[in-house]
C-alpha cells in the first residue's frame, strides 16, 4: 500500500472542498480500504467523513424516509421503519456480505462500491475500468458472473451492491451536499466507450442521504441467487415491491454494469401479460457471453417465481 494523507472533515463545506482538490472520502472503508491494499486505487489524501452527523433515519413530510448516508447497513437493516415499511430494503442489505462487514459499511459507501471482476482487481491484468484503453480481457475470459444486459466491448463488469437494486426497484433519490438530487435508476452509469466512471457523480460530490418514497401498498421480495448461502456477490438478484397504484416494481442485480430496473418488464404488465411472457420482453436484449448464458434461464425463472409469491401473498 502507498503512503496517503489522512485527516477528518470538519463539516460538510470544508468536505466537499477538499473532494474538489482530489481527496477520496472515507467512511467504513470496506471497499476502499481493500482495493487500495490490492493497489487498485492508490489515493494521495483519505477524508473521514464517518463524523459528519449523517447517521439518522427521520420520517419525510409525505410519509417517506432519509436515511443518511453514513447510516450502518446493519443498523439500516433492522430499523423499525424500515423493517415495517419497505422490507425489501432490510431483505437486499442481509443477503450482503457478512455480519462484521454490515457493522462497518455504510449506506452512501455501499452504493459506491465498485465491481468484484477479477481483471479489475488484478493490477497485473489489463482492464478498462481501471486503466482506460487497455482493453477488457474479460470478455474472452473468466466472465460468468458478469454482464448480461447494457454491457458494451469496453467493458462487462457488473455492478455488485445488493442495496443499490432495492433502492433502484422503489425509485429512490439520493441527495448530495449542496441540495443537488440524482434518482435511482440514474445514479449508476451503462458503460459504454467509458467504464472507468461508475455513476454521475463529480469530483466532490458527496452523497449525504437517500431518501424512500412513501410507503408502497402491497408486498415486497428481494431474493438473491449465487454461488453459496452467505458472503457471496449475486450471480441474479431481485427486488420486486408492488404498487397499488402502479403495478409492480422491478430491478434486477448481478446481470449490468448498473442496477437494472425493469421497465419493459413493468410495462407488460400493466398491459396485461402473464408473468413468463413480462420475463422475456425484460430479456429480449439480453447478450449472454461465452460462459454466462445460464444468467438469462435464472433471470427468467427468477422474475416469474417472484411474481407469482408477491400475488399468492
Known sequence: MRPFAYSRAADLEAAVAAGREG??????????????????????????????????????????????????????ARHPLIRERYAVVSQALLAGASGQLRNMATIGGNLLQRTRCVYFQDVSKPCNKRAPGSGCPAIEGEHRGLAILGHSSSCVATHPSDLAVALTALGAVVHLAGGRTVPMP???????????????????????????????????????????????????????AVDGRDGVRLALGGVSHVPWRCVAAEEALRAGASFAEAADAELADARPLRDNGFKVTLARNLLVRTLQDLTHT
Open 186 to 240: 440514474g445514479l449508476h452509469r451503462l458503460p459504454g466507450d467509458d467504464p472507468s466512471r461508475d455513476t454521475v457523480l463529480e469530483p466532490g460530490d458527496l452523497i449525504v442521504g437517500v431518501e424512500l418514497p412513501p410507503p408502497l401498498s402491497g408486498p415486497q421480495r428481494y431474493r438473491k441467487v449465487r454461488d453459496r448461502a452467505s458472503f457471496a456477490f449475486a450471480l441474479v438478484s431481485i427486488a420486486a
Open 23 to 76: 481527496a477520496r472520502y472515507l467512511a467504513g472503508g470496506t471497499n476502499l480500504v481493500d482495493l487500495m491494499r490490492l493497489g487498485v486505487e492508490t489515493p494521495e489524501r483519505l477524508l473521514d467523513v464517518g463524523r459528519l452527523g449523517l447517521d439518522q433515519v427521520t420520517e419525510t413530510g409525505d410519509g417517506g424516509v432519509l436515511i443518511g448516508a453514513g447510516v450502518r447497513n446493519s443498523d439500516l
